[in-house]
């Protein structure tokens, strides 16, 4: 009976020390306190570098490509492929979640390059997935693979191929206050329910006109050119600050001042919107949990202009216009 009792206690102890392992409030971490963690139960760490991880990456991470958690969905006459940037199905995610090891009551820490401005988009955007299937046990490593390489992390080149998770979507709801569709988006344009900001191209005033220049316009995944009539222009990368040749998310501080540079006010709702749904996830990140935006006011168009542009009454405008 003592045994039982026993092993009892020392069970309930492991699941404790599992479930006190949670996000912190800015789903941010530092290499230093992933360092302090790495090998923790019911941490799983996650690679999204677009590629890189066969070279080396941290010890014990797996790898997420895109198509692991985002989808394409429509055929591009132009490209011959399905237009990228739409939220996996169900069935995909949670077989990655699976794969990868992930448990119901798993922390996933995700991590980008961090030597680019705009690094760090890639471990929002995987951020935004999993809460939007309503799991928010994540955070980004903050300076990503950059950061942990700066500060002697633990680097492997062996792919890691975890025990099978047991992730699953029973008593999860799934958070579609955080994106955006398109008659969300009509709304935003016709009655100014929301601030639109294109996250597209550069964020350069131009000398003769003082306006702005918004969009890729030789995209090819979306069928027109120009940005939503009354949209701001920011950058993904102007949100970034860089130390020591490593690109971290920057302070409530810097957030503030691009948004006053942008014309954005913080204190109003937004939808942020780029060619694919992609580079603002970056932004999207940013106005949650650096400047606190609530859910409902913040919000990422799944598919962006790929998807609007298909939209044959739909108008864009460029420049000022």
């Avoid at 992933?34 to 941490?43: A, C, E, F, R, T």
């Avoid at 008659?183 to 350069?204: I, L, P, S």
């Avoid at 998310?249 to 942008?262: R, S, V």
């Avoid at 014309?263 to 942020?272: A, E, Q, R, V």
């Amino acid at each position: 009976m003592k045994k039982v009792i026993r092993t009892m206690a020392l069970s309930a102890l492991v699941t404790l020390s599992v479930a006190a392992l949670e996000a912190p409030a800015n789903h941010m971490v530092d290499a230093e306190w992933l360092k302090s963690h790495l090998g923790d139960p019911g941490l799983v760490v996650v690679d999204v570098r677009k590629k890189g991880y066969d070279k080396g990456h941290i010890k014990g991470a797996v790898h997420w490509g895109k198509k692991d958690y985002r989808e394409g969905r429509y055929y591009s006459k132009i490209t011959k492929k399905p237009i990228p940037g739409y939220i996996a199905a169900p069935l995909t995610f949670q077989r990655t979640m699976r794969k990868s090891g992930v448990n119901n009551d798993s922390l996933i820490v995700f991590y980008s390059d961090g030597t680019k401005a705009k690094d760090y988009r890639d471990g929002g955007l995987a951020d935004l997935t999993c809460e939007y299937y309503g799991f928010p046990n994540v955070a980004v490593l903050n300076g990503g693979f950059a950061a942990w390489q700066k500060a002697g992390g633990a680097v492997d080149t062996e792919k890691v191929r975890p025990k099978k998770g047991d992730f699953s979507f029973e008593g999860r709801h799934f958070n579609q206050d955080i994106v955006a569709t398109g008659e969300d988006v009509d709304e935003a344009v016709w009655t100014g329910a929301y601030q639109t900001v294109d996250a597209n191209g550069k964020q350069e005033a131009k000398k003769e006109t003082g306006s702005h220049w918004y969009g890729t316009a030789k995209d090819p995944r979306r069928l027109k050119e120009g940005h939503l009539p009354g949209a701001k222009a920011m950058h993904t990368k102007v949100l970034a600050v860089q130390k020591d040749g490593v690109w971290y998310i920057g302070d409530k501080a810097h957030a503030l001042e691009q948004f006053k540079k942008a014309g954005i006010d913080p204190n109003k709702p937004i939808i942020w919107y780029c060619n694919t749904g992609h580079l603002i996830s970056g932004n999207w990140f940013v106005a949650k949990y650096v400047l606190g935006m609530k859910d409902k006011d913040n919000r990422a168009y799944n598919g962006s202009m790929a998807d609007y542009t298909r939209w044959p009454k739909r108008k864009l405008v460029k420049g000022d216009e």
